[in-house]
Each structure stands twice: as structure tokens, then as C-alpha cells.
């Protein structure tokens, strides 16, 4: 054999090793063939079956709406779904009603966790790590939690629509965490919680907090399952700052023992001097400084939020109107708290309504005593955004100045002439050419030319021409470019959306390019009503559009220039001009531009109702319920507490 395959030459024995490669793989295709026929006679002559693989699903803290003998019926993710049991699983139905874990295991149920562990009482504060409870403490959240509304319609629901101050949600637990919030009922609510800011609204925190109580008073403060509470007499003074022992706990209560008492914050100062509250005071220490919530009853509160919000001397149905927008603005953020990690559903300053800047007035005080309990509501049935202004220029606008998502739904926010005229129209007392004239103007005075004739004369029948406000002036006689480029570059950090950059013919967001010269500023568009809605700037350093009413007064406020009433008063505007209602004359030295004047009217956003036309309908006899029907189209008045 060796000396056959040493006589072979070089090729010959390639040729033998690929024949003897082929032969192999031909076996081996044989001994395969042969293998299936094995398999498939021995199954009879079918296919083998390929192995199952069972898909498992797993849904935590979902809300079981029905369990029967069949299946469940849950809700997850805002929606119904229905599922039924495996054949052998055990059915058990008294998890209707609960909140569990659920299993599936190929669509079948296969396995129930219903967590039937609650708790219930007032919700003081909530964030993204706990819920804090009265006589619970601070419960631990589950990050896979799930809240649901099971009252009225079934709804999903976070931590940001509790009810603070209140009792109407059950938290369900799994060892000890929150895994469900449960909205259980709804209530009329009586009592507002209130931030109150330090000294001259400088921020939230306090670094130390004085105060005095003009009745007796009790102390409450230590851990929730061992609380000290103390007497102490009126008059005396505590002094808390961060290593206070009263803060051993993280919170403190002090409490009139009358219910007329107030509580005086000695270390706080408002334009009333050093304010007394209503109601009770909490404090809590927080890393950043000790946070003072007031809670007091609504109605009180607006006690003191309508003479800081609406001069006293003001006739009483305008008043009325503004206690009701007051009413409804707050009641709005009771429902859905400003402040949730705090418990608060607002604070004392203009960024929600001002409170206890001024002392309480006999006349603001009965308007809100005769409007006792009146909300506005939408012909959909929800509150309404009562948004208010000071003086209108003659006309309004509706909320898409604002360039919010919610605004475009805000339609009985209507733009419309705030004059007699009108106001004949919506009480059906004008004729047919008048209607469609008023109807018209608001639409009309977009257009440049028209808007210009109307902002630079005056129409006798508006309710605000006597305003000083009504009409103005505002002249920059040396723009000053720097200050300009900074300020727009300042809004376009604020919401890059609103300020845009000029590139390949589009306006594009991009960040702005400080510039030193300034060609040419004009109002690109008007929104209903003429107010300003697209400014164009065009620089050295590019061409830029500034978007909505609010970053139009920032950017074109100097800092300095002061405007001019048309009472002939001055007035100092160091951050934004009065309203968005204004034409725009500019001076050119070399196709610069060195400055400009502006020419409007109003004060104010322009958005709801105007509080001096308010003053003027009053003054002409019209009831507050009028006035609100005015500005706020197809909004009716209900008392809540009756409606409960």
C-alpha cells in the first residue's frame, strides 16, 4: 500500500484525497437522511413538535376592577384590560377592588398579589422618595408605584394631584412602602396651604424664624409615634432656627387656641410691616433652610388676598368679581398643588397671588363674605383660568400669547374690544351692524395700519380711556446694543423655543451670537387685539425673531428709560415694559439704529379680565356676575359648598 500510494504522483494523490472527502460527506448525508426517517416513523409519520417556550408577563400594582369565576377585568396604563385564568389556576374573587400584582403566562392568568396593607390620614407633603402623613411620618414610595382616581370616572393619578391637608386618599403598602395611592373621594376643600416666603419674598427658606401668637397658643412637634405638645401663653416669643429642638423631628406646629388668633412672623416684612396670620403655622427643616407653611380656611385667605390683588377703594361688584377669580385661581391649586414637596398648594407672592402684603380692608372683606363659596366653571363643567390683568388698552387678547400647550383650549378667554359697544353686544342689547363690527375689531387690529390708528387715538366708549394706563410712551434715545444682545440671549436660555436665529432662509433655534449694532426692529406679526406677537431684530451678528408678548417687553426694556403715562406721570420700568400693545417707531443715523419710542397702552398681559375695566363697568352699574360673564364667555358661577 505504501509503495501503490508512493508510486502515485503529486496530482494523483490531490485527486484520491478530494474523492475520499466527497465519499465522507455522502455517508454522512446518508446516516442524516436516515436519522429523520427513524424520528418520523417513530411520531408516525409527523414533523417533531418544537419545544414551547411559555411567554410570561408580569403587571405591578395594577387596580383589579372585577375578578369572577372567568377572569379579571384591570386597569393599567389608563385603559381596561381583560384577562382569563389559566385552567388550573384557583380563582379568588375578593381581589376585586385592589390593588396587585399580576401574572400571565401566555395571556392566561397565572398568579394574583393583591396588596390589601393601607393606610389612610391627612397628606402633608409628597416627592419622588415619600409620602409624609399625619401620625405616620414620611412613608417611603415605591418607584413602581401606581395612583388612581376611583371615584367619579376611573383615571390614573401621580403624587402631584393629592389633595394636601387632606384625608381623601388611602396609600396601599408592600413591606412597608407605598406601591399604591388611591384616590378614594372628593370633597369640598376649606383650607388652603400657604408658602410663605422670607422677608421681602426673597426666597422659600428662612434661616431662622421668629413669632408671637396674640391668644394662647399649643406647640406640637417631636416623632409622630412620640409627638410633645405644650401650652404656652399669648404673647410669648419662639425663636427657631435650624438646630431649634422643636426641629429634632423636622417639623413643628403652633396653633391658636382661638380660633380668631393669629400668628405674627416678627422675623418676616411685608409693605404692611411685620403681617399677622390667620390659621396655623408649620415649619419644617430642610436642607436649604426652614420652609413656613400658613394653613388657614379659604375664605380667610382671600380675606387678604383681594386687597393685595385689587385696591379697596374699588366699587364693591368689581370687588365681588375679583374676590370670585381670587376664589377660583386658588381653589384651582388646591386640587393640584403648586408646592407638593412641600404640601403647599401656593405661596404668598406674584407668582401665585399675593397674600398678606396689605392689611385686610372692611370693603374687600365683604366682597368676599358675598361671594362666600362662588367658583367659575366652564361650560365643560371644569374651574376656569381666571386670569386678570390691570388696565386694558381698549381690546383684549386670548391666552395663545403665552405659547402654551393648554393655551389654545382656554376658549372663552375671548379677545374682544373692552367697551361699551361690546359689552352691549354680549348683553344683547346692540344692533345687528354693531354686533358684527365688534365681533370684527379684535381680528381686525392685527393688521399693522389698523392697529397703529387705533393705539395712537382713543375711543370714548372704552371703559379705561380716563385710566392713566389706557395710553403711554416709552422712548430710548440711545439704544444700548450690548444691553439688548444680553437680555435676548437671557430669554432664549429661558425657552429656546421663543427666540430663534435666522439661517439658510428659516428661523432656526440656535444660541445668540452677542452683536453690537442694530439695523432694523419691527413687529413681524400681531396676535388678536394688536398685541405684539413676532419681533424681528436685525444685527450685525444675525437676524433674530423674538416670539410671544412677554419676551417682546423683556427685550425691548432698556433698564433705564422710564415710560410716560398719559397722566404725564413717569414711571420707572427696570425689566418689562407695561403690555404688549404698542407700535414701534425707530431712528436711523447710517442705516443703524440709535433708538426708538414706542407708543401703547395697557398694563398687563391682556389675558382675562382687565381689573380697571372691571372698576368702570362697575361704576356704570353692572353686577360682578356681568362682568364675569364678559370676560370669561359661557363661564357660569357655582358655590362649591352648596354643590356638596
Given amino acids: 500500500m505504501r509503495r501503490g500510494w508512493s508510486n502515485l504522483n503529486k496530482s494523483q494523490r490531490m485527486q484520491l484525497k478530494a474523492f475520499i472527502c466527497v465519499l465522507g460527506m455522502l455517508l454522512l448525508f446518508l446516516l442524516l437522511i436516515g436519522r429523520l426517517l427513524v424520528v418520523w416513523l417513530d ?6 413538535p418544537e419545544v414551547h417556550i411559555p411567554v ?14 372567568e377572569g379579571l377585568l384591570i386597569f393599567r396604563n389608563g385603559a381596561e384590560e381583560s384577562y382569563r385564568y389559566a385552567p388550573d389556576f384557583s380563582p379568588d374573587v375578593s381581589v376585586r377592588e385592589q390593588v396587585a400584582d399580576v401574572e400571565l403566562t401566555d395571556g392566561l392568568v397565572t398568579g394574583v398579589n393583591a396588596k390589601r396593607e393601607k393606610c389612610s390620614g391627612r397628606l402633608l407633603s409628597a416627592d419622588e422618595e415619600g409620602i409624609l402623613v399625619e401620625g405616620y411620618g414620611k412613608l417611603p414610595l415605591d418607584p413602581d408605584y401606581q395612583g388612581y382616581r376611583i371615584y367619579d370616572s376611573l383615571e390614573m393619578c401621580t403624587i402631584d394631584d393629592l389633595a394636601y391637608g387632606y384625608d381623601f386618599t ?11 395611592i388611591l384616590m378614594v373621594k372628593e370633597e369640598a376643600m376649606e383650607s388652603i396651604r400657604v408658602l410663605v416666603k422670607a422677608s421681602d419674598y426673597a426666597g422659600l427658606y428662612h434661616d431662622s424664624v421668629v413669632l408671637r401668637v396674640d391668644t394662647d397658643f399649643t406647640l406640637e412637634y417631636g416623632e409622630y409615634e412620640d409627638p410633645v405638645t405644650e401650652q404656652h401663653s399669648a404673647g410669648e416669643e419662639l425663636v427657631v432656627d435650624m438646630e431649634s429642638p422643636y426641629l ?17 412672623l416678627a422675623s418676616v416684612n411685608r409693605s404692611q410691616g411685620i403681617p399677622a396670620y390667620r390659621g396655623h403655622m408649620e415649619i419644617y427643616k430642610t436642607e436649604n ?32 368679581a375679583q374676590a370670585v377669580c381670587a376664589r377660583t385661581y386658588a381653589y384651582g391649586h388646591m386640587q393640584r398643588a403648586g408646592y407638593p414637596e412641600f404640601g403647599a398648594h401656593v405661596d404668598d407672592s406674584t407668582s401665585y397671588q399675593v397674600y398678606n402684603n396689605i392689611l385686610e380692608q372692611e370693603s374687600t372683606t365683604t366682597a368676599v363674605k358675598e361671594s362666600y363659596g362662588k367658583l367659575l366653571f366652564t361650560g365643560e363643567g371644569n374651574l376656569a383660568g381666571t386670569y386678570y390683568y390691570s388696565t386694558s388698552c381698549g381690546v383684549g387678547t386670548d391666552a ?34 354693531t354686533v358684527r363690527e365688534t365681533e370684527e375689531l379684535a381680528e381686525c387690529l392685527r393688521e399693522e395700519d389698523a392697529f ?11 371703559y379705561e380711556v380716563s385710566e392713566a394706563w389706557y395710553r403711554w410712551n416709552y422712548q430710548v434715545k440711545k439704544l444700548d446694543a450690548e444691553h439688548l444682545s444680553e437680555v435676548l440671549a437671557k430669554r432664549y436660555q429661558v425657552n429656546e423655543k ?57 427685550v425691548l426694556d432698556d433698564g433705564e428709560s422710564k415710560v410716560m403715562r398719559q397722566d404725564g406721570k413717569q414711571v420707572a420700568a427696570p425689566v418689562l415694559l407695561p403690555s404688549g400693545f404698542f407700535v414701534i417707531d425707530t431712528v436711523k443715523e447710517k442705516k443703524k439704529v440709535t433708538g426708538y419710542t414706542l407708543t401703547g397702552g395697557g398694563f398687563g398681559h391682556g389675558v382675562g379680565m382687565s381689573q380697571n375695566g372691571a372698576k368702570n363697568m362697575a361704576k356704570q352699574g353692572i353686577s360682578a356676575e356681568r362682568i364675569l360673564s364678559f370676560f370669561y364667555e359661557g363661564c357660569t358661577l357655582q358655590n362649591i359648598y352648596e354643590k356638596n
Avoid at 388611602?170 to 399604591?180: A, N, S, T
Fill in 452 to 462: 397703529r390708528e387705533f393705539i395712537t387715538g382713543k375711543n370714548a366708549g372704552d
Fill in 56 to 69: 410570561i408577563q408580569e403587571f405591578a400594582n395594577v387596580w383589579i376592577m372585577e375578578a369572577d369565576q
Fill in 170 to 180: 388611602d396609600l396601599v403598602l408592600e413591606d412597608g412602602r407605598i406601591c399604591g
Fill in 498 to 554: 421663543l427666540v430663534l436665529t435666522l439661517e439658510d432662509g428659516e428661523y432656526v433655534s440656535r444660541p445668540v451670537k452677542a452683536f453690537d449694532e442694530v439695523y432694523d426692529i419691527c413687529v413681524a406679526k400681531r396676535g388678536p387685539g394688536g398685541v405684539c406677537d413676532e419681533l424681528i431684530l436685525e444685527t450685525d451678528a444675525g437676524c433674530y425673531k423674538v416670539i410671544s408678548e412677554h419676551n417682546i417687553r423683556s
Fill in 400 to 433: 395663545n400669547v403665552w405659547k402654551t400647550a393648554e393655551a389654545p383650549t382656554l376658549t372663552y378667554l375671548k379677545p374682544r374690544g373692552i367697551n361699551v359697544e361690546v359689552m352691549d353686544t354680549v348683553q344683547g342689547k346692540a344692533d345687528e351692524g
Fill in 43 to 48: 411520531h408516525g409519520g409527523e414533523e417533531e
Fill in 289 to 320: 433652610g426652614l420652609v413656613v407653611i400658613n394653613e388657614l380656611p379659604l375664605e380667610e385667605y382671600l380675606y387678604s388676598v383681594v386687597p393685595s390683588e385689587m385696591p379697596a377703594s374699588y366699587p364693591s361688584e368689581a370687588l365681588k
Fill in 248 to 264: 429634632l423631628s423636622e417639623r413643628m406646629v403652633v396653633t391658636p387656641n382661638a380660633l380668631t388668633g393669629k400668628v405674627t
